[in-house]
């Protein structure tokens, strides 16, 4: 993992978004942090430079959804270099076993994101 890149966070629920950016902004490796509503925004940002190191995504929102998103993602080669990890509060082990088969994605998290998650990420990602 690099230090300092731009990190999105993509989930429809406002509380998760602050519980996100205040957990996130501990670790400057995902330093800045912008938030989306839904996938439609993140889509659009990724649209534009620069491009984000890492987006924690959901899965279930509405308009686009997070496999939505990842779809959008795996068409546009300028984008597989993405690290994305899933922040979900589904306990399906299919939804687990699906992410995983998106090569950008690199670790599927259940929610809240906690310090304690987000470091044992670190050290399982370097």
Request: with cysteine; proline share 8%; charged share 20%.
């Amino acid at each position: 993992m690099q230090t300092n890149r731009l990190t999105y966070v993509v989930d429809d629920d406002s509380i998760v978004q602050l519980i996100c950016r205040t957990v996130l902004a501990k670790f400057p490796v995902f330093s800045p942090v912008e938030v989306f509503a839904d996938g439609n925004f993140a889509l659009e940002a990724l649209q534009n430079l620069p491009l984000p190191s890492y987006i924690f995504l959901d899965i279930n929102m509405p308009n686009l959804n997070g496999w939505q998103l990842l779809e959008a993602m795996k068409q546009e080669p300028a984008w597989h270099g993405v690290e994305v990890f899933i922040i979900t509060s589904s306990i399906d082990p299919a939804d687990e076993e699906k992410a995983l088969q998106y090569p950008q994605v690199k670790a599927f998290l259940p929610k809240p994101i906690t310090q304690e998650r987000i470091t044992k990420l670190l050290t399982t990602l370097s």
